[in-house]
């Protein structure tokens, strides 16, 4: 069992940053793959970015690539996604999850923490 907890969301301006965190508990998280996905109002939830479990190799979606950062704790079982130049764009409910296998797609996960609001003013 896996249970994830998000935090750091809020209200950003345009341009601003905003780092989220996943904190996450059970025996075998630390050698599970992470990832982030979001979900905006009326769309479908979609991929954000991923990590292996040793932090070693990481996974963007094309429209954050540059601009976001996925990294993890092992220590403590944390995971972050520091998000710069932020867009209207990237308005949305963050979710963190958990997967055995690295992977950007959705149905590769099966533990899902309750998500982060995040909110991009223009």
């Known amino acids: 069992q896996v249970q994830l907890v998000e935090s750091g969301g809020g209200l950003v301006q345009a341009g601003g940053s905003l780092r989220l965190s996943c904190a996450a508990s059970?025996?075998?998280?630390?050698?599970?793959?992470m990832g982030w996905f979001r979900q905006a109002p009326g769309k479908e939830r979609e991929f954000v970015s991923a990590?292996?479990?040793?932090?070693?190799?990481?996974y963007y979606a094309d429209s954050v690539k540059g601009r976001f950062t996925i990294s993890r704790d092992g220590a403590k079982k944390t995971v972050y996604l520091q998000m710069n130049s932020l867009k209207s764009e990237d308005t949305a409910v963050y979710y963190c999850a958990s997967s055995p296998n690295y992977s950007p797609r959705l149905s590769a996960y099966d533990y899902w923490g309750q998500g982060t609001q995040v909110t991009v003013s223009s």
């Open positions: 990590i292996n479990w040793s932090g070693t190799s990481t």
């Open positions: 059970g025996r075998t998280v630390s050698s599970r793959a």
